[in-house]
């Protein structure tokens, strides 16, 4: 399903209008190189453990979306998708909706609970980055040498299209400049009043506990950290088991 959102198509994984307005809603934000797809079967599984509803989106530039209309992003681009995620949340009339994200969309779970408190019931993040660390810089750099010794470019134009190099150029130009280095959305964080759990692989190639630590201690609202150990940036697609359980345990605890 396609709709339009601040003046773009943006492209979802279902109709809202098929909820079950008895069941509570699970919205998946994806990373800086995700999509709907790249979700694969975990919202499904995690929404028929947990009977709730899911809905995931390709956001601006990303999947099956409209293309990037900017060629440059500032330090501020996450807080904007949060607020266009607001935007999203009223459209579809989703209210007390549990947000799952990862990464980048870790980030702008945390952004949209602080901004949007009363539409959101509880925020579950993966890999979430609040501050910009030299390990992120260092994984940023491989990738980038990735993309252009292997073959990770043309696993990524399976789910982008033509679209890829921007989606690519973007974030590595953004998160590599030297005036990101001081990025840091920790002001945000005494503004999420929602419980959130915080999930990070231990051998997170993007990020320290750090970051965990960071958000756990500065959020308002109760905030549970699940540390995993011989775990990366991915920790739905490592060990899905592990993380429906926890989150579905998190979705029970908030929806009662």
Known sequence: MDLTIDNQRIHFSC??????KEKNSVLFLHDSLGCVE????????????????AIAYDRQGYGKS??????????????????ILGQILE?????????????????????????????????????AHVFVEKVTIRGIKEAKKAYNVTNLRERLTKYHGDKTDDVFRLWTETWLSSSYRSWNIEEYLPLVKCPSLIIQGEKDEYG???????????????STALLIKDVGHTPHKEIPELI?????????????
Request: charged share 20%; proline share 4%.
């Open 15 to 20: 109709d809202p209008k098929t909820f079950s």
């Open 38 to 53: 790249l979700w694969r079967d975990f919202p499904k599984e995690l929404a028929s453990f947990a009977n709730c509803n």
């Open 66 to 83: 409209a293309p990037f209309t900017v060629n440059h992003r500032d330090n501020n681009y996450l807080q904007k998708e949060a607020e």
């Open 91 to 127: 459209k579809l009339n989703l209210n007390k909706v549990i947000l799952f994200g990862h990464s980048d969309g870790g980030s702008i779970a945390l952004l949209a609970a602080a901004l949007f408190p009363e539409k959101i019931l509880g925020i579950i993040t993966e890999g």
């Open 208 to 222: 320290t506990l750090d970051q965990v630590t960071s958000i756990v201690s500065k959020s308002t609202g109760k």
């Open 244 to 256: 429906i359980e926890n989150s579905l345990k998190f979705i029970n605890s908030v929806s009662s």
